[in-house]
């Protein structure tokens, strides 16, 4: 039994002026047992929609979808029992009490009784390493201990299919790291859990998951492992370039037919970087197009393709990180 199924699942949203609005358009994916399954594309793609559907929040305008084989329609207490959703920036808990007394308050939403209740929070405060903030109140906390408390609780009540949306968002890179193998760690400790996950950081899509979805304007464009993904990239077509413009230089990436181009800035230096995708074009004639454009190209390099080429070519716009 695979722990997500979508069949031609389909939301349409009405808004003013009896507009509609497709937020997802025939969605099929299957998340299997024991699997991270990433989830990628640019705001106002439908994750948030699916995820909602799948958490039972929502209800599909049409199609079906199933959680552990229960439908998300008719058996969504049965769901919910089994699930969890740890998001990037959410502010659940209360500020006044401690990361222990939070961590105890949602174990009795669960029913746990307390020699249960206590064992699991225990058991997550030193999974976690967030001993020494255990007693700390969760208005006193870092960032990254807030999102640790977080996951905490998301774990509480050992979720078959844990939902985590942006987990990493806003953390710093030692922290992001502490927090992804910690992940992969709790997947691999049980065989039997799944994670659905997105993420706007493709290093992390690539490091954590078994498979990756990109969804665009409510459609699954892309599907497979991440290595399948960037096989279909052609290593000759993707180059890195290094460059400086006073103007605006997307303004300039528009009126160069036939690339695709993801965008960087540096404001303390005042260079750019960009990952550039040749889809129909000459490396040389777009690098002309760019000094005639006034652009001091610093350097350039054919690069080797990731995941972040692949979403660029799919999507045509880059990931923003």
Request: hydrophobic share 40%; aromatic share 6%; proline share 3%.
């Given at each position: 039994?695979?722990?997500?199924?979508?069949?031609?699942?389909?939301?349409?949203?009405?808004?003013?002026?009896?507009?509609?609005?497709?937020?997802?358009?025939?969605?099929?994916?299957?998340?299997?047992?024991?699997?991270?399954?990433?989830?990628?594309?640019?705001?106002?793609?439908?994750?948030?929609?699916?995820?909602?559907?799948?958490?039972?929040?929502?209800?599909?305008?049409?199609?079906?979808?199933?959680?552990?084989?229960?439908?998300?329609?008719?058996?969504?207490?049965?769901?919910?029992?089994?699930?969890?959703?740890?998001?990037?920036?959410?502010?659940?808990?209360?500020?006044?009490?401690?990361?222990?007394?939070?961590?105890?308050?949602?174990?009795?939403?669960?029913?746990?009784?307390?020699?249960?209740?206590?064992?699991?929070?225990?058991?997550?405060?030193?999974?976690?390493?967030?001993?020494?903030?255990?007693d700390v109140r969760l208005n006193k906390l870092s960032t990254g201990m807030f999102q640790k408390f977080h996951l905490?609780?998301?774990?509480?009540?050992?979720?078959?299919?844990?939902?985590?949306?942006?987990?990493?968002?806003?953390?710093?890179?030692?922290?992001?790291?502490?927090?992804?193998?910690?992940?992969?760690?709790?997947?691999?400790?049980?065989?039997?859990?799944?994670?659905?996950?997105?993420?706007?950081?493709?290093?992390?899509?690539?490091?954590?998951?078994?498979?990756?979805?990109?969804?665009?304007?409510?459609?699954?464009?892309?599907?497979?492992?991440?290595?399948?993904?960037?096989?279909?990239?052609?290593?000759?077509?993707?180059?890195?370039?290094?460059?400086?413009?006073?103007?605006?230089?997307?303004?300039?990436?528009?009126?160069?037919?036939?690339?695709?181009?993801?965008?960087?800035?540096?404001?303390?230096?005042?260079?750019?970087?960009?990952?550039?995708?040749?889809?129909?074009?000459?490396?040389?004639?777009?690098?002309?197009?760019?000094?005639?454009?006034?652009?001091?190209?610093?350097?350039?390099?054919r690069a080797v393709p990731t995941l972040e080429d692949v979403f660029l070519t799919t999507v045509g716009v880059g990931?923003?990180?």
């Amino acid at each position: 039994m695979a722990a997500i199924k979508t069949i031609d699942l389909t939301r349409v949203f009405k808004r003013e002026k009896s507009e509609l609005i497709t937020a997802l358009d025939k969605i099929n994916i299957e998340v299997e047992e024991g699997e991270i399954f990433g989830l990628l594309g640019p705001n106002g793609a439908g994750k948030t929609t699916l995820i909602k559907i799948l958490c039972t929040l929502l209800s599909p305008t049409r199609g079906k979808a199933y959680v552990h084989g229960y439908d998300v329609e008719k058996e969504h207490s049965k769901i919910r029992e089994i699930i969890n959703v740890v998001s990037g920036g959410e502010s659940s808990g209360y500020g006044m009490l401690t990361v222990r007394e939070n961590l105890w308050f949602f174990s009795q939403l669960y029913g746990f009784d307390g020699r249960e209740a206590k064992r699991r929070i225990d058991m997550l405060i030193e999974s976690l390493s967030i001993g020494d903030f255990a007693d700390v109140r969760l208005n006193k906390l870092s960032t990254g201990m807030f999102q640790k408390f977080h996951l905490a609780r998301g774990l509480i009540n050992n979720p078959k299919v844990l939902f985590l949306d942006e987990p990493t968002l806003g953390l710093d890179v030692a922290a992001a790291r502490e927090i992804r193998k910690f992940v992969r760690r709790w997947i691999e400790e049980d065989p039997h859990r799944s994670i659905l996950l997105t993420t706007h950081y493709m290093a992390e899509a690539e490091e954590l998951c078994d498979r990756i979805a990109i969804i665009h304007k409510g459609r699954i464009i892309a599907l497979g492992s991440p290595r399948e993904l960037v096989e279909r990239a052609n290593p000759e077509r993707v180059f890195e370039i290094e460059c400086k413009y006073e103007g605006n230089l997307e303004s300039v990436l528009k009126d160069i037919a036939g690339i695709k181009a993801s965008l960087r800035h540096d404001p303390e230096t005042g260079f750019s970087k960009m990952r550039l995708v040749l889809v129909d074009a000459d490396i040389d004639e777009v690098v002309k197009e760019f000094v005639s454009k006034g652009v001091s190209v610093l350097s350039l390099k054919r690069a080797v393709p990731t995941l972040e080429d692949v979403f660029l070519t799919t999507v045509g716009v880059g990931l923003v990180e």
